[in-house]
């Protein structure tokens, strides 16, 4: 069967197989296996405790990957509705008796994984608006009470998640759905108008509902030479540690900073500072280009997809899956606040490797049926 015919429900399992876009795999494949060498080296050379764990995450992840892929697009869109209101109701339940990290409660503790709603919760958001806009006309997007709906969708969400506390992660939830707000057409006027609302609310938010650590991170990120070995230590010990790298690197388990334990959260927030410092610019910039691949292939599957919710669900995806890697190589870069959020694929973490791979899952379902006819 040649890839330009309609396919429709005629493929079978070895159609859908054969269709599967593996230079999109091995590039997912080719990133993790340079977050297991991270991991690794930041163990100072041992697989344990990080490096397997995160081996055997990625093959079940893999695995889930590939039954996702295989399901047809049809079904994803009728479980949407299902799959969001099971992760507030898990949300609710974090709130309720979710196990405490860090200064947050964030993850509910299933025995074999700690489980952190709040990652699957950013794929059923992208999910529900790309389900909701897939009828939309362009005169739907330019009524305000069509996008009543989506901003709840939104909001419910970042409003449980913010009762952690987790501000980074809501952020991104909201970036996330402003970004599927914009594919789908809305207004340029409201992203203005919300960007002005944004602006007058944060003296509010930050004077009376920003916790202390939270305020603290905000002015660490202004002045980060302030508190050198309080506040400011983290952000100070990863630019030590990038410009250390210089070009070629310092040569793999070679790394100081992380080698002598200067390096905080090596292994989850600030793993790419680890690989920079040990492969250096070169280094750095192979890895760049990787997760920017990955973003191409994302986007080539969005557009090649003959049905609304397909392109909206590749599309949300896919910048879901960038805004985390801005924000992470960003934040340990000096160039935003620290907020606590891990690299796709190469931090270590049990949630987020799976919730990636998930995403990816569906992405690679929109490209086998890119051709289904879904009912508007």
Request: hydrophobic letters at 55%; aromatic letters at 12%.
């Amino acid at each position: 069967m040649k890839r330009g015919l309609s396919l429709h429900n005629e493929q079978t399992l070895a159609d859908k197989v054969r269709h599967i876009n593996w230079g999109f795999v091995m590039l997912i494949t080719l990133v993790s296996c340079i977050g297991f060498a991270a991991l690794y080296s930041a163990a100072g050379g041992s697989f344990s405790p990080w490096a397997s764990k995160q081996i055997m995450r990625f093959c079940v992840g893999l695995v889930g990957m590939f039954i996702i892929a295989l399901i047809d697009i049809k079904w994803w869109f009728r479980l949407v509705w299902p799959a969001y209101f099971g992760c507030i109701l898990l949300l609710v339940i974090v709130e309720a008796m979710g196990r405490v990290g860090m200064g947050a409660q964030r993850w509910i503790d299933l025995g074999f994984i700690q489980l952190q709603p709040s990652e699957i919760m950013k794929i059923t958001v992208v999910m529900a608006l790309a389900r909701y806009f897939h009828a939309a006309t362009i005169k739907d997007m330019r009524r305000i009470f069509f996008l009543i709906v989506p901003a709840l969708i939104i909001l419910a969400p970042v409003g449980l998640v913010l009762l952690q506390p987790d501000l980074g992660t809501s952020l991104m939830i909201v970036m996330a759905g402003g970004a599927m707000l914009f594919i789908a057409g809305a207004s340029i006027w409201l992203f203005i108008l919300g960007f002005g609302a944004v602006a007058a609310i944060i003296p509010t938010y930050y004077n009376f509902f920003m916790h202390p650590y939270q305020k603290k991170r905000v002015m660490t990120f202004l002045d980060p030479e302030s508190d050198p070995l309080g506040s400011g230590y983290h952000i100070t010990q990863s630019k030590i540690a990038i410009g250390s790298g210089g070009i070629e690197g310092k040569g793999f388990l070679e790394g100081s900073q992380s080698r002598l334990n200067f390096l905080p959260e090596k292994q989850t927030d600030f793993i790419f500072t680890l690989w920079v410092e040990e492969h250096g610019l070169f280094g750095g910039a192979l890895l760049l280009v990787l997760l920017a691949l990955i973003f191409y292939y994302g986007i080539w599957i969005a557009t090649r997809c003959r049905h609304q919710f397909g392109r909206l669900l590749a599309l949300g995806l896919t910048v879901n899956f960038s805004i985390y890697t801005f924000i992470n190589i960003a934040m340990v870069m000096g160039l935003i606040p620290v907020v606590g959020a891990p690299l796709p694929l190469i931090s270590y973490g049990g949630t987020s490797m799976l919730a990636a791979l998930a995403s990816f899952g569906l992405i690679l379902s929109c490209s086998i049926h890119y051709d289904s006819k879904i009912a508007r």
